[in-house]
């Protein structure tokens, strides 16, 4: 999609117009109850998708920089404050027809302005013998963003995934929901106190029925040999569902070693974990991995030719 930019003093404004064109060599002919699963019914025939994208993006920006003359290893550090008001048009779409593979199959049709509100510090710490200008990092970053669809949204089909088990009986007709105008207040935190040390936050406020849809958090270290990260994910009301936590390690300069672990709170069970080995030359790597998932094992082997791809192959075994 092609852009432009004009400066106007204290206002950037950039508009963007294109078109997107999706052809699909599978057409949906309606759903079926397959091992006791709803899933989407299809033929082998070419269908394609059309739409028109617009809009139009304003923002400014100020800044100032403190001197904090050393402390805590930093000179100075740099606020910024960005607004930023977006306005995006996408035209009607029909794609009854388009299997719904991921999030980028089902586009609804968008007469929207999205607002938010950016704070972030940067800083630069003392000059070393390493960096004798000294490190330059992004310390904080607050932004906070909304949508407001300008035109009443279109009413969509309440149903379920295609992956969750379909209804003992008849299945009961879709109902149609009403789509709300305004979207969750959106907030995501990253704060990174001291290079390498850094806590990231998102959460969601859902406005009309002013309780918490979603958060996260991430707390991650990293050196150049060595990372460890811990994260949390929360649901409605803020209620903790789902930890993980990972280590990576560099034992050479061509050997390397990760552990990954996710568990269920929900259910008290250890989702998945996760054992890999990597041996990396130049141009070429290879990887060892060892994955336990709660009802089955797999042992699996990947070759990656850097910047052409990579091929994998491996053996799953059965719940114990």
Known sequence: MPRRSWLFTVFTV????????????????????????????????????????AGMDLEARAYRVFDLGGTLGIQRVQHTIEPRVGYTY??????????QLDGTDSIRSTNSLTYSLTNRVKARGVPTD?????????????????????DEPPQTVAAAPINLPA????????????????????????????????FRGTAAFDPYERDVRFATTDVAYETRDFSATFG???????????VQGELRARLTPRWAVRFASNYDLLTSTVVENRLEVEFREQCWAITAAFIDRTNEDEFRITINLLGLGQYGFGQAFGAQ
């Open 14 to 53: 950039t508009p963007r117009i294109g078109g997107r064109e999706t052809l699909y060599d599978t057409k949906v002919v309606g759903t079926k109850v397959e091992r006791g699963f709803l899933v989407e019914d299809t033929t082998k025939e070419i269908v394609s998708r059309s739409l028109f994208e």
């Open 90 to 99: 996408v035209s009607e779409i029909g794609q009854e027809d388009v299997p």
């Open 130 to 150: 390493a960096d004798p200008n000294g490190r330059v990092w992004e310390m904080l970053r607050l932004t906070f963003s909304q949508t407001w669809e300008l």
């Open 167 to 198: 209804p003992a009986g008849p299945i009961p007709p879709s109902t149609l929901v009403k789509t709300p105008r305004l979207s969750d207040l959106v907030g995501d935190l990253i704060l990174e106190p001291v290079f390498g040390l850094r």
């Open 232 to 242: 949390t994910r929360h649901g409605l009301g803020g209620e903790l569902q789902f």
